[in-house]
């Protein structure tokens, strides 16, 4: 499976601020995924980036809240903007194991917003 | 509706005793995968097993076993002789050919609890 790390691995802002992770990965890959996990809730797609092209997102997220960048194949990020204290989550990004249909995820990085 | 459902919010029990975690799926797709994960507090999300919807074999890996059942549209996840390093969530998820496979539908989870 690829090894993903991502930083910050946990950070604490101020409302109104922005916030950008990266994600990198050791091979190269097609699709990476940004997920989100509120706390003590499950995994939320936002959505899903390809090398090349604008990202896909989810209904309930918009890119002008969570722009995404996908520069090359084994790197992506996320930025949370203009934030509140509702966007406090664990933001995950995944990278399909690509033949395998299987996603392997990065640690997370911690949000806490004020 | 949701997808994927997890009953079991949390479940605790002594160490050495075997725990199953339930999943119960829906979908409309004859081609599907069925997911665990488990997530130690530390927040990673760790890949256990990916079944297809065509092997309804149950797998046995260690002390870790899995029940797919599609006439009961159940994916259920026992761990035998549990220890304290079980303790996290466990995540059931289903992915579907109609979204190619890249929309993963997540459970809300099941937080189990190894006591010493």
């Known amino acids: 499976s690829a090894v993903i790390s991502q930083k910050p691995s946990r950070d604490i802002c101020q409302r109104g601020t922005s916030l950008t992770i990266q994600c990198q990965v050791d091979?190269?890959?097609?699709?990476m995924f940004w997920y989100r996990q509120q706390p003590g809730q499950s995994l939320t797609l936002i959505a899903t980036?390809?090398?090349?092209?604008?990202?896909?997102?989810e209904s309930g997220f918009v890119i002008d809240k969570f722009p995404i960048s996908r520069p090359n194949l084994t790197f992506s990020t996320l930025t949370v903007s203009n934030m509140s204290p509702e966007d406090s989550s664990i933001y995950l990004c995944?990278?399909?194991?690509?033949?395998?249909?299987?996603?392997?995820f990065g640690p997370g990085t911690r949000l806490l917003v004020l | 509706a949701q997808k994927v459902t997890q009953a079991q919010t949390e479940i605790s029990v002594v160490e050495k005793e075997d725990v199953t975690l339930d999943c119960v799926y829906e979908t409309r797709d004859t081609t599907y995968y069925l997911f665990w994960y488990k997530q130690p507090p530390s927040g990673e999300l760790v890949f256990l097993i990916r079944?297809?919807?065509?092997?309804?074999q149950n797998e046995i890996s260690g002390r870790y076993s899995w029940n797919f059942q599609k006439s009961t549209s159940s994916f259920n996840f026992t761990i035998t002789a549990s220890q304290v390093v079980d303790s996290a969530v466990y995540f059931c998820?289903?992915?579907?050919?109609?979204?190619?496979?890249?929309?993963?539908?997540f459970g809300s989870g099941t937080k189990l609890n190894v006591k010493p």
């Open positions: 980036a390809n090398q090349g092209s604008e990202a896909t997102y």
């Open positions: 998820a289903l992915s579907e050919a109609m979204n190619n496979f890249n929309k993963f539908y």
């Open positions: 079944r297809n919807s065509f092997d309804e």
């Open positions: 995944s990278v399909d194991g690509t033949g395998l249909q299987t996603q392997y």
């Open positions: 091979s190269q890959v097609t699709m």
